[in-house]
């Protein structure tokens, strides 16, 4: 069974970085695109990025260029997401989320890690 | 990129049919076959339910159906269970080479 798992949750203070990861497992790791949304409190999920697994080739959503950074690690299976400058609107559950080849659908979720932004 | 809108709520009573619509753009909804639909219980990861507009994954009850009108795709859940009770977004690719997703819809199941 497809497996992502996501590193536990990080409360950090404004300004600072946090790293996220998340490591698959059960399928095939190079031929899945991973992608990374994040759903603040009451709100939808929001598309931030997608990593091309295969060639570490990266998509970033217009609002993260420059402050978010996706990498993969083909040897651990893990994908990993930087993002730096914190502040409270980045207070959210963040997903991965594996994409099938073919249909930009999200097959596959990671269990999402929390992220708390407070001095 | 502006978020896709849907209804804030939907509710029914069990056995009934109920439709979630999703508006978007012909930058969006209206001109690709990418058209998905998450179902998310609280605290819980999003599941998809649909996929390119009218098609369900192996595992999702035949009671979830999907279409699209020009920039508008619906969501149809009929014979309504309390299991239903949840949280529904679409989302979209779009001609920018992003996805966007819809506002939410929380259907509950009276």
């Known amino acids: 069974q497809v497996q992502l798992v996501q590193s536990g949750a990080e409360v950090k203070k404004p300004g600072a970085s946090v790293r996220l990861s998340c490591q698959a497992s059960?399928?095939?790791?190079?031929?899945?695109?991973i992608h990374w949304m994040r759903q603040a409190p009451g709100l939808g999920p929001e598309w931030m990025g997608i990593?091309?697994?295969?060639?570490?080739?990266?998509e970033y959503a217009p609002k993260f260029r420059g402050r978010v950074t996706m990498t993969r690690d083909t040897s651990t299976t893990t994908v990993t997401m930087d993002m730096s400058s914190l502040t409270s609107e980045d207070e959210a559950v963040y997903y991965c989320?594996?994409?099938?080849?073919?249909?930009?659908?999200?097959?596959?979720w990671g269990q999402g890690t929390r992220v708390i932004v407070s001095s | 990129q502006s978020a896709l809108t849907q209804p804030a709520s939907v509710s029914g009573s069990p056995g009934q049919s109920i439709t979630i619509s999703c508006t978007g753009t012909?930058?969006?909804?209206?001109?690709?076959?990418?058209v998905s639909w998450y179902q998310q219980h609280p605290g819980k990861a999003p599941k998809l339910m649909i996929y390119?507009?009218?098609h369900r994954p192996s595992g999702v009850s035949s009671r979830f159906s999907g279409s699209r009108s020009g920039n508008t795709a619906s969501l149809t859940i009929s014979g309504l269970q309390a299991e239903d009770e949840a949280d529904y977004y679409c989302?979209?690719?779009?001609?920018?080479?992003?996805?966007?997703f819809g506002t939410g819809t929380k259907v509950s199941v009276l």
């Open positions: 989320a594996r994409e099938m080849p073919g249909s930009y659908r999200f097959d596959s």
């Open positions: 059960e399928y095939s790791f190079k031929t899945h695109h």
């Open positions: 990593i091309f697994v295969g060639d570490a080739g990266i």
């Open positions: 012909s930058s969006d909804v209206g001109r690709y076959d990418y």
């Open positions: 390119d507009v009218t």
């Open positions: 989302t979209s690719y779009t001609v920018t080479s992003t996805f966007v």
